[in-house]
């Protein structure tokens, strides 16, 4: 059973990785703790965590957002894509007969839905289990810290039609081909393929979050 510390704390960061606060936002202890029900101590430690985490930092009422310079989110970019590319080429040499279970049941899910919400949940599930067939906790826990430091400084928008992830479910199969062949070299090769690709979408979704596009999706003129 979790404690409340670790509900908070859960809550808030997904929360803060699926772009549920404004950059603006303002994170304050006893607002939370009248939200949640809760007393402020629990707030307070969830609030420490996401701070050690690298996704909030304190101000003088609470805590704010850490929002980070386009240089410092393409080495977030970089430094998860050198590391997941990594777990891809371990994850070739000693993956098991149910990592590559595993590896094809979240794919052929994640292509039979038609909620993209429910095809991403999937697509993570994936990554997840390439991190796992990979037997390296070291890589995996900065995995999932930088994880949550590029949702919460780029938030993913989900595409609204399932058919906007043909590219996606490409990227994923050439990578579980590469694992189950115990090709080191062409996973991690793969998987960097994969991170370039979603870094590109998620670089141009935080650029129209900024400057918004006219509807027929061109360019703004100069102001």
Known sequence: MKSTRDTVHDELKHRLTSGYYPPDASLVPLALSEEFAVSRTPVREALALLERDGL????RRGFALRLRSDEEMLELFETQAVLDATAAASAALRRGPVDLARLDAHLDHA?????????RRSLNAWHDTVRQAAHNRTVAAFLHTLDAQVKTSAPWRTPEAAGTFTDTFADHRTVTAAIRAQDAEGARIAMLGHHAHDRDRRIRQRVRAERPFPADGTPPGPR
Do not use: N, R
Not at 111 to 119: C, H, K, R, T, V
């Open 56 to 59: 909030l930092v304190p101000t």
């Open 111 to 119: 292509e039979s839905l038609d909620d993209p919400a429910e095809i």
